[in-house]
């Protein structure tokens, strides 16, 4: 096998973002561990369709959900043009708000961020004051795509990740988190650990002068314009010291999820997404498979343990039957492709 170059690694990213999230299209939000394994037995191990009357319904294994969708409108974007258009971006964002009717049944399902834009929109917000607060984990599912184009330009990738974040979430608690997962990503791709990510992430902050924080609402009234999201750049490290520490048993791996939390909020679904990431370092299957049968929000958990394990192992440690398995891989790997090369320079 060739080697894992970063370039491979930025590819491994961004399809790992699509796969997690297509993984979780059939077994979305089932809190019920007993009736996830009978509607799709004790371990599900590739893509599968949403039983009738649930979330997603109308979608096919393999395809990815609205927020997918989102994601890959943000890839067409940078493979297109080369860089980070927030106008071109938002454009494709209106195109898509314009077919959906602020239900969440409106199209793919539409996730209770996309339902506050949406509505937001409607009366006449502008972006970015049309983002939502909720605590959801849309935006920093966005993050691996300009992580992919911008792993060589620290300062670019911070400002990027702080606007494009802010677009669909408000909350600087949620902003910052998301931002702080793109950067890790970046430092994965790069040739970093989940233990040595924080460090190089707070070096490369100190060498540009830059502040890792997040700018508060305008609406917010405060004594400081921003909040620091440096906890939340050293939450990884932490992840990965339990993961490898003999005194930290979870057992099977999947019932992480139980302790970290299964609804939508990003603070449980990050810390799993880390500790799969860590535990099983360097693989693809176990942790993202992890994530997707610990039930609950699977499908944000998996998107972005797919992002982490994809930009440790490169496209070429992604097995390929969840390459071939995904709808339009083949559109989305060139386009994943193009803007990791556009992060060569």
Request: hydrophobic share 40%.
């Amino acid at each position: 096998m060739k080697a894992n170059t970063p370039k491979d690694r930025a590819v491994g990213a961004v399809m790992g973002t699509f796969i997690g999230d297509a993984l979780g299209v059939g077994p979305h939000w089932y809190y019920d561990m007993e009736q996830l394994k009978k509607d799709y037995g004790d371990w599900i191990d590739h893509y599968t369709s949403p039983k009738a009357g649930r979330y997603h319904t109308g979608l096919t294994a393999g395809e990815n959900s609205q927020t997918g969708q989102v994601v890959a409108f943000l890839l067409e974007s940078l493979a297109g043009l080369g860089n980070y258009d927030e106008s071109d971006f938002c454009l494709r964002l209106d195109a898509l708000l314009a077919t959906l009717d602020g239900t969440p049944e409106g199209g793919r399902y539409t996730d209770v961020a996309m339902r506050d834009v949406w509505h937001a929109r409607k009366v006449g917000k502008k972006w970015p004051r049309a983002g939502s607060f909720a605590d959801t984990a849309e935006a920093a599912i966005r993050t691996p795509v300009l992580a992919g184009r911008y792993r060589n330009d620290f300062k670019k990738l911070l400002e990027y990740l702080q606007s494009n974040v802010r677009l669909t979430h408000r909350d600087p608690f949620i902003a910052g988190r998301s931002v702080a997962f793109g950067l890790i990503v970046a430092a994965l791709i790069n040739g970093d650990s989940l233990k040595t990510a924080p460090e190089t992430i707070a070096e490369l902050a100190k060498v540009h002068g830059l502040s890792l924080s997040v700018s508060l609402p305008e609406t917010v009234d405060a004594d400081s314009a921003e909040v620091s999201f440096y906890d939340a750049v050293l939450q990884p490290r932490w992840s990965y010291e339990a993961a490898l520490d003999d005194a930290v048993q979870i057992n099977p791996p999947w019932t992480a999820c139980r302790l970290f939390g299964l609804a939508c909020p990003l603070e449980f679904m990050l810390p799993a997404a880390y500790y799969f990431s860590s535990r099983f370092e360097n693989e693809f299957d176990l942790p993202v498979l992890s994530a997707i049968n610990g039930g609950g929000n699977n499908m944000a958990r998996a998107s972005l343990t797919g992002a982490l394990v994809g930009a440790q192992v490169g496209i070429r440690g992604i097995p390929e039957r969840f390459i071939s398995g995904l709808a339009s891989y083949e559109l989305l790997l060139e386009m994943a492709e193009r803007v990791a090369e556009a992060g060569e320079v």
